[in-house]
């Protein structure tokens, strides 16, 4: 069976400030059921594919399809209900008092009752390991506990897709391999921006890497990272050497 597509950019590009363009004429296509990376280097435009994804930023041409629903004013709330977004930097997004009252922040605006707010809390919270955070205020939170509780409120709304934005930034070697081990486990279509490369071929089934701005390279990870042929698309040599000077 064919997988369909969950997300779509059609010829998108983006400029913050009209002198340049972050995101160049960007085709993709995301599949259901795919787990897929978004690599390259600082300043690449990883977060601003993200931002425009979730309609936190408008493509200045080009458009973007959620399940075939185009982005804009009118289907944004129905398209945000169904991405579960973690934040690159969590405290953007823990901005209500306690864990608890974070994760079912959304659940409360729908007016779902207490006992089933408390439910789905206790549910993503045991899926990601963080079962003992539930009443701990937002701001005594450590900086891993607090992407483990981002990824919680990510998970909150059942999404079909998960997009996350660097998710192992600041988790020790332990929390790093939980969270790996959860998104192994996981069933909803992803989409992660990270440097960390072992996690990416771990836990994705194709990888994408931009450079300003522009898909450079798109295939299975172990394509991506360990095929010299697939990175030289864009006369660029050895890619992954050059944009990261290793
Ligand atoms: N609010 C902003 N105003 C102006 N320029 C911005 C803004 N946010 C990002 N940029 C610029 O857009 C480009 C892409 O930034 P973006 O944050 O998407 O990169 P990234 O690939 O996510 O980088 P990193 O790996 O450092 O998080 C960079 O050149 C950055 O300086």
């Given at each position: 069976m064919v997988n369909k597509p969950i997300v779509e950019f059609k010829s998108v590009n983006y400029s913050y400030?009209?002198?340049?363009?972050?995101?160049?004429?960007l085709d993709l296509t995301i599949f259901k059921n795919e787990k897929v990376g978004i690599i390259g280097a600082n300043g690449a435009g990883k977060s601003t594919l993200l931002k425009l994804l979730l309609g936190l930023l408008n493509p200045l041409y080009g458009e973007i399809l959620f399940n075939d629903i185009l982005l804009n004013k009118k289907s944004l709330s129905r398209v945000r209900d169904k991405i579960g977004y973690g934040f690159q930097d969590p405290d953007n997004q823990?901005?209500?008092?306690?864990v608890y009252d974070n994760i079912v922040f959304t659940a409360k605006q729908k007016k779902i009752p207490e006992d089933k707010c408390r439910e789905i809390a206790d549910k993503v919270l045991l899926d990601v390991n963080g079962?003992?955070?539930?009443?701990?205020?937002?701001?005594?939170?450590?900086g891993g506990e607090k992407r483990v509780v981002s990824l919680a409120v990510a998970l909150s709304n059942e999404p079909e897709l998960l997009v996350l934005d660097e998710?192992?930034?600041?988790?020790d070697p332990k929390s790093r391999r939980k969270l790996i081990n959860l998104l192994n486990n996981r069933q909803e279509t992803f989409l992660i921006t990270t440097h960390d490369m072992d996690m990416a071929y771990e836990v994705c089934n194709r990888v994408i890497v931009l450079y300003k701005g522009e898909v450079v390279a798109d295939g299975s990870n172990i394509e991506i990272f360990t095929n010299k042929e697939l990175l030289t698309?864009?006369?660029?040599?050895m890619p992954l050497q050059l944009l990261y000077g290793v």
């Open positions: 400030d009209n002198q340049g363009y972050q995101i160049k004429n823990l901005f209500m008092p306690t079962e003992e955070l539930i009443d701990k205020p937002s701001y005594k939170l450590s998710p192992t930034v600041g988790l698309k864009t006369n660029l040599e």
